[in-house]
T-cell receptor, first 113, second 112 residues
C-alpha cells in the first residue's frame, strides 16, 4: 500500500497563474481532506470530499479555490489566479470512513513568485 | 467553533531532561491525536486518545487525556536529540467526523 500520494512535491507559480494539486488517497479510502499549513502554523482544514461529493467546504476561501474528487482519478485542489498569500504547504489526508483514522500525504509546497 | 491551544509553542531542552507539552481544547471532543512533524515533512501519527483517562506510551513519549478538563498532555522523558521536531495535537469534534482542528504546534529542540 503506497500510502497517500501527493504531487507535485513542489510547485512554483507566478502571480495570476493557476495551481493544480493532486492527491491519490490510500487504496480503499474514499474520504479525502485537504489542509493548508502556513509557515510556523498548524494545519487548517479546507475541504472534505467523498467520491464525487463535497461534504464540507467550510474552510475553503470563497473565491479562486475549488476541489473535486472524481469517480476515477485523484482528488484535485485547484487555485486560480494565485497570489503570494497562497504560498503554503498543502496536505491531503484520506480515511476509509468518516470516523476513521486519517493518513496524511507528504504535502505540496506551493510557492507564488 | 472548536479551538485548540498548545503550550508552550517553543521549547528548548537539554538531553536527559523531562518536560510536558499541554493541549487544551474548547468543546466536547470524541478523540484527540498527537502528531510529529519534521521540517519539510508530512505528519507522523503518534497517538490517538479516545476516552477520559486514556494513557498511551511509546518510547520516551507518553500522552494522556482528561476529557473533563479538556486537556491532553504529551510528556517527554529523558529527551534525546532525535525527538527534535514540531508536535501538534489535533481534535475531532463530536459532529465533525474525521475532520481535525489542529493546535499551533510546539517546536521542540533538544540540545546535546
Amino acid at each position: 500500500n503506497a500510502g497517500v500520494m501527493q504531487n507535485p512535491r513542489h510547485l512554483v507559480r507566478r502571480r495570476g497563474q493557476e495551481a493544480r494539486l493532486r492527491c491519490s488517497p490510500m487504496k480503499g479510502h474514499s474520504h479525502v481532506y485537504w489542509y493548508r499549513q502556513l509557515p510556523e502554523e498548524g494545519l487548517k482544514f479546507m475541504v472534505y470530499l467523498q467520491k464525487e461529493n463535497i461534504i464540507d467546504e467550510s474552510g475553503m476561501p470563497k473565491e479562486r479555490f475549488s476541489a473535486e474528487f472524481p469517480k476515477e482519478g485523484p482528488s484535485i485542489l485547484r487555485i486560480q489566479q494565485v497570489v503570494r498569500g497562497d504560498s503554503a504547504a498543502y496536505f491531503c489526508a484520506s480515511s476509509r470512513g468518516m470516523d476513521e483514522k486519517l493518513f496524511f500525504g507528504s504535502g505540496t509546497q506551493l510557492s507564488v513568485l | 467553533e472548536l479551538k485548540v491551544e498548545q503550550n508552550p509553542l517553543f521549547l528548548s531542552m537539554q538531553e536527559g531532561k523531562n518536560y510536558t507539552i499541554y493541549c487544551n481544547y474548547s468543546t466536547t471532543s470524541d478523540r484527540l491525536y498527537w502528531y510529529r512533524q519534521d521540517p519539510g515533512k508530512s505528519l507522523e501519527s503518534l497517538f490517538v486518545l479516545l476516552s477520559n483517562g486514556a494513557v498511551k506510551q511509546e518510547g520516551r513519549l507518553m500522552a494522556s487525556l482528561d476529557t473533563k478538563a479538556r486537556l491532553s498532555t504529551l510528556h517527554i522523558t529523558a529527551a534525546v536529540h532525535d525527538l527534535s521536531a514540531t508536535y501538534f495535537c489535533a481534535v475531532s469534534g463530536e459532529t465533525s467526523g474525521s475532520r481535525l482542528t489542529f493546535g499551533e504546534g510546539t517546536q521542540l529542540t533538544v540540545n546535546p
